[in-house]
């Protein structure tokens, strides 16, 4: 079935330094789209991606959909102590979006 | 415009028992799902609603697991008996029309089975 692998899994960053989190399915995908979940909360939509190749950004985060869509990042720059949570890319082949395990964003003050 | 609810928040049973739980999507949102989450893991389907038709519960272990979502509005996943690994947040999502694929969580059931 369709796999859906994100890395890291942990990432532990200073405030003010770049972050980034990648996700890399085993199919291609029909779009990707990506959430956050803050501790304890649950998780919120943030984009959603489709065209081979696309960029988006939402001032400091910056989401890509590879060429061959089965890969995607998320980019923030400088981070900053609001951006901690757990970021889950969710690749969709068919109807079901099979979400990856998640990069789990720690920043220190 | 209310989210998705879902009730209860918290839930403690001791194995072997029956629990249930609610989940009202947001009003005009024709898809609703059910995802199990373990702890550090991402959310894992269980079953999938178009209105009222299950149309994909492939993932749903159907020998203890139920869900049913009559007239196509709220919805209700049993598990009957519960197991100690079935310990983790219970979440409902819904989405609508005319966005798939951006789907609306609810704050989900956290499952303790002792």
Redesign the interface.
Known sequence: GQQ?M?IP?YQHVQEGEDFTTYCNSSTTLS?I?W?KQRPG?????LI?LVKSGEVKKQKRLTFQFGEAKKNSSLHITATQTTDVGTY?C?G?RS????????TSLIVHP | EAGVVQSPRYKIIEKKQPVAFWCNPISGHNTLYWYLQNLGQGPELLIRYENEEAVDDSQLPKDRFSAERLKGVDSTLKIQPAELGDSAVYLCASSSELAPGELFFGEGSRLTVL
């Open positions: 859906v994100q899994q779009n789209q959430y909360g649950h998780p919120v939509f959603q889950f969710a969709r109807y079901i979006p099979t979400f990856g395990r998640g």
